[in-house]
């Protein structure tokens, strides 16, 4: 499948993906994350090892939905936790 990436095409292959992160250890998810295998990657780690680009080159939405689009299983970031307002009482 052709897509853009940071401005640069790339053909990929769900199989070639599979293959360049098999043996890759899983960095701890903050962000957005793929399922490849049976293990969760940051999507940030797999644009990186698979266009070979830095990370700030790329942001995550363009990986996410290149791999969306080869069959691979992306989530969300998950929305950080709203703190109470100061004042601000729950009553039942």
Same mark, same amino acid.
């Given at each position: 499948?052709?897509? $853009? !990436?940071?401005?640069?095409?790339?053909?990929?292959?769900?199989?070639? $993906? %599979?293959?360049?992160?098999?043996? !890759?250890?899983?960095?701890?998810?903050? #962000?957005?994350?793929?399922? !490849?295998?049976?293990?969760?990657?940051?999507v940030?780690?797999? #644009?990186?090892? !698979?266009?070979?680009?830095?990370?700030?080159?790329?942001?995550?939405? %363009?990986?996410?939905?290149?791999?969306?689009?080869? #069959?691979f299983?992306?989530?969300?970031?998950?929305?950080?936790?709203?703190?109470?307002?100061? #004042?601000?009482?729950?009553?039942?």
């Amino acid at each position: 499948m052709r897509c $853009v !990436i940071a401005r640069f095409p790339f053909d990929l292959i769900k199989s070639e $993906v %599979e293959q360049s992160m098999s043996g !890759i250890r899983p960095e701890p998810v903050t #962000g957005s994350s793929v399922t !490849i295998g049976s293990h969760t990657y940051p999507v940030k780690q797999v #644009g990186e090892v !698979i266009t070979k680009q830095d990370r700030r080159d790329f942001t995550e939405f %363009e990986v996410a939905r290149a791999l969306t689009r080869l #069959g691979f299983t992306c989530r969300p970031a998950a929305a950080p936790a709203r703190p109470a307002a100061a #004042g601000w009482t729950e009553t039942a």
